[in-house]
């Protein structure tokens, strides 16, 4: 199926029955899996509940996680739109901010001033984190990266990078197991090559340190999809073993 929602979006979850979330920058959509709209709520503030730049969208049974980049904040809604509770405190510098469930609900956060993954329990208890800065391959390199995460049931986290568009998968306890470079992407950092995008995209791609984000999600069949930013290409990967 093919749709064509209004507005710019930032973030989507799929629900078991094929119906989706889609996040705008303040606000939440519900569709039904033909695609018709089921409702719209959310605003813009800085108060409770309410929504700075929403970049980043999860959902756990009836509840969905808002990943909020202009408020720096974790928010909690039942899917019928009720506030419930929500994560503060984190430090996020640009508007990348991510956030992903496991397959035992648990939720993964991309703390990107810290180079980090988090992991908080239904409690909202941190009970993992890993990563560092560098530019090694099982490192998190530029100002505040990883922009995008996406989470496997069993707790493997697949993110990805800007500055430098890299594409890796790590265990649940944070160890590398896949790694992809620009190259093997059939990309490069050069900053020649992402002018030429910039000229043939249908928009900007704006980032201060070079490669913006690249957008990506797990299936239900476990593949890999990543979202190639000014080529308009959809890359599926497998994880072997």
């Not at 956060?109 to 992991?119: A, L």
């Amino acid at each position: 199926r093919e749709f064509s929602p209004k507005g710019l979006i930032s973030g989507i979850t799929v629900d078991e029955d094929g119906s989706m979330f889609l996040c705008h920058a303040t606000r939440v959509q519900h569709l039904d899996p033909e695609g018709k709209q089921v409702t719209l709520w959310g605003e813009a503030g800085k108060e409770r509940g309410q929504f700075g730049y929403l970049t980043g969208i999860a959902l756990s049974g009836a509840m969905l996680y808002l990943a909020d980049a202009g408020n720096r904040r974790i928010t909690r809604y039942a899917i019928n739109g009720d506030y419930v509770d929500e994560i503060d405190g984190f430090s996020i510098p640009s508007a990348y901010f991510d956030c992903g469930i496991d397959g035992k609900g648990d939720l993964y956060v991309g703390h990107t001033s810290k180079h980090q993954v988090e992991k908080y329990d239904g409690n909202h208890e941190l009970v993992e984190v890993w990563g560092e800065y560098g530019s090694d391959p099982e490192k998190f390199c530029g100002c505040c990266n990883p922009t995008h995460i996406a989470v496997y049931p069993d707790g493997k986290v697949a993110t990805t990078e800007k500055g430098i568009p890299r594409l890796k998968v790590y265990g649940p306890n944070g160890n590398l197991l896949a790694y992809l470079s620009p190259e093997q992407l059939g990309l490069s950092p050069d900053p020649h090559f992402l002018k030429q995008l910039q000229e043939n995209s249908d928009g900007s791609l704006p980032c201060h340190d070079g490669w913006p984000g690249m957008p990506l999600a797990v299936s239900k069949n476990l593949r890999l999809a990543v979202a190639i930013p000014g080529t308009g290409e959809i890359k599926i990967y497998r994880m072997d073993g």
